[in-house]
């Protein structure tokens, strides 16, 4: 299954729901979601490596864990991750390794700040062919 | 994904709803629920009342689960909400009752200058507000503070920046708590809260935020109105922001630390977003203090916006703010927890209050009002939309007697974000604006989409809600002529 994720309503914030057929791919889905709502961000082309790498006691709070560190990265750090050399997600954490880039304010075009990725409706659970994941953003 | 509400809403009187503690098992006071009929009917739409019942399932919690006429859908607690817990009876502290915006609030700065003679330069004025005060994404603010400073500022609030230039004596004297509370204790404060919050002190952020420039357009209360030093036709500027990313990691930091807590104080709770610890636990504490030391950022933050709208007025009209008579008229929380006195049947309590999306409203004579407010009660600020009002209230007797001192925060959000920017298609909200009189800035691409005014309640049915039920009062309506928005 690829990848895919979609914006779903909330009175006030952002719903996102994710769907990729491995949990590898579905974090890295998961990071695009969080992107587009922030809005088209662009990045330099000089690259740095970038590691992360989360414990938790289930994926769902592990998936939005590390969300929550690539929006202090994005946020504070101005750095986006722009690839995903490994990835590997096991049910006590995740491990991940990519390049990020500056982000170039100038040329980005931003919707909307995200404050975080909350507990809300949060949750990952197989289905056909994969897994899906939702969450609420706070904006 | 919101799923209408479906359990029992009773009818007490013209203005007010209530959910029975049998609703649901683990409810420990009743539900109450602020509304007319027609917005009774909107707040059914989503899962807010769910939420205002699963607040009545806190530890401690005195009298009701209160809701505002503004409620919808949050995290754990409904925005709108109101909760009272009591230490001394096991009662809880819960970051969902605060928000992730620690003291998101709202503050008035009136102006000598009348619309009719400044209406010509309005958008000279919305320009130069919008590029004097950062906003948007990834806007830092005009100064960076080291690490110790933002301890200190955060330990002595609203005057720390003032002491700076930011500002003037008076600002201080018109801020909730003065802006301060006490009791906050930046070491508490987690080195990456400090580092979000590092240069966004003094920045509007996005979503929901704004700077307005709003005429007055009605006066309900000429008595308070002139207290207030407010007149029909007079410019007058609102601020809305809070904690910004500091206040935002300090939610965040204590979300994640209260996880396992509710089961090692044995809290059986209905929804885990409402996750909490007893008031007087060292988790509880260590919470409250972060959570000050975070609220007395967010006061310095829209201290600093004010010294910068004050500049940008200044540059404008050729006159030194003072001259403009640019006075902070008010300056309220409403995303917070505040340990406050009252009685409980018959009993002196000194009780946590959250308010999450909801205003202090101290009536008349309440010892912590600034003198010049004492005779009239506090002023309340509610935004509405940037298309059709806001308002000024000051709080009543009702207030102290039903709702634990509070009232509204606004008009509350009817549409989602989504449905809003499809509402939107083959629209120009900024035109739309315009030819409302709104000279309205944005930079985020779908802010003014987002926010456009038919995503909200009509703000003038909230207010009347509380307006009748003896809570808050109307003193002034304000008209937006001027938007700028992250």
């Not at chain 1, 990729?20 to 740095?48: C, H, N, Q, S, W």
């Not at chain 2, 003291?103 to 507000?129: F, P």
Request: hydrophobic share 40%.
């Amino acid at each position: 299954m690829e990848g895919t994720f979609q914006f779903f309503d909330h009175t006030a914030d952002m719903g996102v729901r994710v769907r990729a057929g491995t949990m590898p791919e579905l974090f890295v889905t998961a990071v695009e979601g969080l992107y587009k709502a922030v809005g088209e961000i662009a990045a330099g082309r000089r690259l740095e490596p970038f590691a992360l790498e989360i414990t938790g006691d289930s994926s769902a709070v592990i998936l939005r864990d590390a969300l929550n560190e690539i929006l202090f990265f994005l946020e504070n750090r101005r750095r986006k991750v722009v690839g995903w050399s490994r990835v590997e997600f096991s049910p006590g954490g995740l491990e991940a390794h990519g390049s990020a880039a500056i982000v170039d304010d100038a040329k980005s075009m931003y919707d909307r700040e995200v404050k975080a990725v909350t507990y809300h409706e949060l949750g990952v659970r197989p289905v056909d062919g994969g897994f899906e994941a939702t969450f609420i953003l706070d904006i | 994904m919101a799923e209408n509400y479906t359990g029992p809403l009773e009818r007490i009187d013209a203005v007010r709803w209530r959910i029975p503690k049998s609703y649901k098992e683990g409810m420990r006071v009743d539900g109450m629920i602020y509304a007319d009929d027609v917005l009774v009917d909107a707040i059914k739409q989503d899962k807010s009342p769910e939420q205002v019942a699963n607040v009545a399932c806190l530890p401690g919690i005195v009298r009701y689960s209160l809701a505002m006429p503004d409620i919808h859908w949050g995290y754990g607690f409904c925005i709108g909400g109101v909760a009272a817990t009591d230490p001394e009876q096991g009662g809880v502290i819960s970051p969902g009752g605060v928000g992730y915006d620690i003291n998101c609030g709202v503050r008035l700065i009136r102006t000598h200058l009348m619309y009719k003679d400044a209406r010509d330069d309005m958008g000279r004025l919305v320009d130069e507000l919008f590029n004097t005060v950062p906003c948007g994404v990834g806007k830092g603010g005009v100064v960076k503070f080291s690490k110790p400073e933002l301890k200190k500022l955060m330990t002595d609030g609203s005057t720390f920046v003032v002491k700076r230039g930011f500002g003037w004596e008076s600002d201080v004297e018109a801020t909730e708590a003065r802006g301060c509370m006490d009791g906050a204790d930046a070491d508490f404060v987690s080195d990456r809260a400090l580092e979000r919050g590092r240069d966004q002190c003094g920045t509007l952020g996005s979503g929901n935020h704004f700077l307005e420039v709003q005429v007055v357009e009605k006066i309900d209360d000429r008595q308070a109105a002139s207290v207030m030093g407010l007149a029909e036709g007079q410019l007058t500027v609102m601020i809305h922001s809070g904690s910004r990313g500091l206040g935002y990691q300090v939610c965040e930091d204590a979300l994640h630390e209260l996880q396992h807590t509710p089961r090692k104080y044995g809290i059986e709770l209905p929804d885990p977003q409402l996750v909490c610890a007893p008031i007087h636990s060292v988790e509880g504490q260590k919470y409250l203090k972060a959570m000050r030391a975070a609220a007395n950022f967010a006061w310095c933050n829209r201290q600093i916006m004010t010294h910068l709208a004050r500049e940008a007025f200044s540059n404008v009209f050729g006159l030194p703010p003072e001259r403009l008579g640019m006075n902070l008229i008010y300056d309220v929380a409403h995303n917070i927890a505040k340990m406050e006195p009252y009685d409980v049947d018959g009993r002196s309590c000194n009780l946590c209050v959250h308010r999450k999306g909801a205003t202090r409203a101290f009536p008349p004579g309440h010892p912590e009002l600034p003198d010049r407010y004492r005779n009239i009660g506090q002023p309340v600020l509610v935004p509405g939309d940037m298309g059709r009002a806001s308002y000024v209230l000051v709080g009543r007797e009702g207030s102290m007697e039903h709702t634990f001192g509070s009232s509204c925060h606004g008009a509350g959000r009817r549409m989602s974000r989504g449905a809003a920017i499809r509402a939107s298609k083959g629209r120009s909200i900024k035109r739309e604006l315009a030819e409302r009189g709104v000279v309205a800035r944005s930079r985020g691409r779908t802010g003014l989409e987002e926010e456009q005014p038919d995503a909200y309640k009509d703000v003038n049915q909230v207010v009347d809600v509380l307006h009748a039920a003896a809570i808050s009062q109307k003193v002034a309506r304000l008209r937006p002529v001027g938007v700028i928005k992250g």
